[in-house]
């Protein structure tokens, strides 16, 4: 089992700017992926952004369409920590993000999930 630890949500103006972080406890998968979720009151969890580490696809990123063009991803293996620098925030960007963690070992894949950070948009 890997532990996730997020940090960096918190209360931003339309417009405004947030960086998250996840840091991984460890890393014992050679190859897996890293990223956010997001649910919203009301509204089932839905991808914002994840990005890949090892194999022949590692760095490949991924994001959610209403992210894209304002969020980005970036990892830093050695820390085993992923950021997500939101940009251009609106208040519908305000939900609790998930980091996830998505080992790949053979066909098996093992899912670890943080506890969720809020991030509230909003004059």
């Known amino acids: 089992q890997v532990q996730l630890v997020e940090s960096g949500g918190g209360l931003v103006q339309p417009g405004g700017s947030l960086r998250l972080s996840c840091a991984a406890s460890r890393s014992i998968f050679s190859i897996y992926t890293m990223g956010w979720y997001r649910q919203a009151p009301g509204k089932q969890r839905e991808l914002v952004a994840t990005?890949?580490?090892?194999?022949?696809?590692?760095?490949?990123?991924n994001y959610g369409d209403s992210v894209q063009g304002r969020f980005t991803i970036s990892r830093d293996n050695a820390k085993n920590t992923v950021y997500l620098q939101m940009n251009s925030l609106r208040p519908e960007d305000t939900a609790v993000y998930y980091c996830?963690?998505?080992?790949?070992?053979?066909?098996?894949?093992?899912?670890?999930w943080g506890q969720g950070t809020q991030v509230t948009v909003s004059s």
């Open positions: 990005i890949r580490s090892g194999g022949v696809t590692g760095g490949t990123t």
């Open positions: 996830k963690h998505q080992g790949l070992r053979g066909a098996n894949v093992y899912d670890s």
